[in-house]
Structure formats: structure tokens, C-alpha cells
């Protein structure tokens, strides 16, 4: 009952954060702060490739200036609460290349992080977005290979049906209960398909690529259909699990709703600006980047803002 009261308090400070944006009055409210924790890979980092003009964010945020990258979508989740009366510390402990295992091991390395435990229990909002690497990581980087054939579609499978037991069970038995200690709200994103959009054969192709792109074409459809299947299965177990405080944002679902248009704006991938003249030009070009452009960041922001309006509308 008391974890119940606290919770509901919790509800109705971040409710009364996102009121006060919107009006004023002549009293003055006692200030108080909002506390946001980010947890996740690469995405809930705010990595950007250096060539665009998030990078510096980014590497504000990995060389360890700030906290937090000021662009990502926990970031700017925020700063949408923040208000007069209303202050926010907003801290990240996301990294690159991050999977569930690698979240398990920092959850427990009280040495390297001696105030993650502290900061994750006092938190009255955290975000998490996690299982990507599971699975989209070795497709990244076994694409070559799996293009050129030298990896089977078995072999594939396999590495991919590991990935996702590790996040079955990490998630389930490690991160949920670890992160909800406290008695704030945790917010867990589903996964986006980075390659909805994405054909090959518009990009621009010579050398002996244009002899090569059919077949190519032909293991990328396979190898990106394998990888939304793995995609499809943690977001359906995380839509699946129940948890006190935990809730889902489904930025697959909002994602899959997306034109084209708005595909190549939200992410750093566009198949008609790739050039081909080799097979080291599909995987390493920043057009076949899965990161979220400011704008795609922006828009996963907006997505959790919309799930705290909903969850204080629920408990006002």
C-alpha cells in the first residue's frame, strides 16, 4: 500500500509538471525536482556518426562533459516537463553497442557505477531502450559476410534465436526487477525497423556491383526479413510482460505508421543517397546508418511524452 501512495504522488508530480507548463497563477508552488534516469544502447545515447550535426552532442555526452547528450529522446523528454516551479535532473547511464547482457553487468558493477542503484530507485521517470544489439548488432555485423554468402541463413537464425533468449532472460529476471525498485514510472521502448523502407537496387551502383545486385539484393531482403522476425519477437515479449510501474512506449507500432518521407527524415538511412562501388560501401556508408537523425530523436521524445501524459491522465 505504501509503495501504491508513492507511486500515485509520483503520477501527480510528473501530471503537475506538464499542468504548470501550460498555465500560470499568482501563488508560488514549492519547486520540485523531477527526477529522469536514462538506460539503453546506442539510440537511448543519442549516438550520431560524425558527419552529422548531432555528433558533437554525442560526444559531449561519451567523453563524459555532460550527463546526459542533450539531444536524446530522454533528454528532451526532460526538458518537456521542466517548468518555473518544476526542475529536472536528467541523468544517462545508455552506451553504445549496449545489450541486455552488458546492461546486467553494469547493473551490478556497483565499482565502476557507484550511484547507478541510488540514482535508478530515486528516479520518478525511467526510460529504457535495449534488445536492438540482441539481435540487429549481429546482422550489422555479419552482413557482408551473409551477402557474399560465406554465412548460411541457419547459421544466421541461430545467432539471432540466441540474442533474443539473452534478452528473454536478462530482461525478465535482471533489468525490470532491478530498475523497479523504486517507486518511480519506467518507460520501455519497443524496437524500430531501421530498414522499412530501404532497397538497394535504388541505390547508385557501379563497378562490378551493377553485375552483383540482384543476387545481393536478393540475401539483403532475406537477411532483413530474418532480422525483423527477431525484431517482432522481443517487441511482442515486451509487450507481453506485465510489471507494477512499467509501461510501454510502441515506437515500433508509430514507426511502422511512417511514410517514407518521414523515414528518411526520422533516420539516418536512405537507400537512393547510397552509392555502391564495392561491398565495404553497404555497411560502412552513413546511409545505411540505423541512428535517429535530431529530428527522429525528437519524435521518440514526443512518443514518451505522450505515454506520461496518458499514464497522469489515468492517475489524476
Not at 140 to 153: E, P, T, V
Not at 182 to 187: E, K, Q, R, S
Request: charged share 25%.
Amino acid at each position: 500500500m505504501k509503495r501504491l501512495t508513492k507511486l500515485i504522488v509520483s503520477f501527480c508530480l510528473i501530471f503537475l509538471a506538464l499542468f504548470f507548463a501550460g498555465c500560470r497563477n499568482n501563488e508560488t508552488p514549492t519547486t520540485k525536482t523531477i527526477r529522469v534516469v536514462g538506460f539503453g544502447d546506442s539510440i537511448s545515447a543519442g549516438f550520431a556518426p560524425q558527419n552529422t550535426d548531432l555528433y558533437s552532442y554525442y560526444n559531449d555526452y561519451i567523453s563524459g562533459k555532460t550527463k546526459i547528450n542533450a539531444k536524446c529522446y530522454t533528454n528532451i523528454l526532460a526538458n518537456s516537463l521542466k517548468t518555473e516551479n518544476n526542475k529536472i535532473n536528467a541523468i544517462s547511464y545508455a552506451e553504445s553497442g549496449d545489450t541486455t547482457d552488458d546492461l546486467v553487468n553494469k547493473l551490478n558493477d556497483i565499482k565502476t557505477y557507484p550511484d547507478l542503484l541510488n540514482d535508478s530507485k530515486k528516479a520518478d521517470i525511467i526510460t529504457l531502450s535495449i534488445g536492438a544489439n540482441n539481435v540487429l548488432g549481429p546482422v550489422l555485423d555479419n552482413m557482408l559476410d551473409y551477402l557474399a554468402g560465406n554465412m548460411s541463413k541457419e547459421e544466421m537464425t541461430q545467432v539471432l534465436q540466441n540474442g533474443y533468449e539473452n534478452f528473454r532472460d536478462d530482461y525478465t529476471n535482471t533489468i525490470i526487477p532491478i530498475l523497479t525498485r523504486g517507486n518511480g514510472v519506467v518507460l520501455v521502448m519497443t524496437i524500430y525497423d531501421p530498414y522499412k523502407y530501404f532497397d538497394l537496387t535504388e541505390s547508385n551502383i557501379s563497378g562490378i556491383m551493377a553485375d552483383l545486385i540482384d543476387a545481393i539484393n536478393d540475401k539483403f531482403v532475406e537477411l532483413k526479413e530474418l532480422a525483423i522476425e527477431y525484431i517482432n519477437k522481443i517487441n511482442d515479449y515486451i509487450r507481453a510482460q506485465k510489471f507494477d510501474n512499467v509501461f510501454v512506449v510502441d515506437v515500433n507500432n508509430s514507426f511502422e505508421n511512417l511514410s517514407k518521407e518521414d523515414y528518411v527524415k526520422y533516420l539516418n538511412v536512405n537507400s537512393e543517397e547510397l552509392t555502391i562501388q564495392d561491398m565495404s560501401n553497404i555497411q560502412n556508408s552513413v546511409n545505411v546508418d540505423p541512428h535517429p537523425t535530431l529530428e527522429g530523436q525528437e519524435y521518440i521524445g514526443s512518443l514518451f511524452r505522450e505515454e506520461i501524459k496518458k499514464i497522469s491522465n489515468q492517475n489524476a
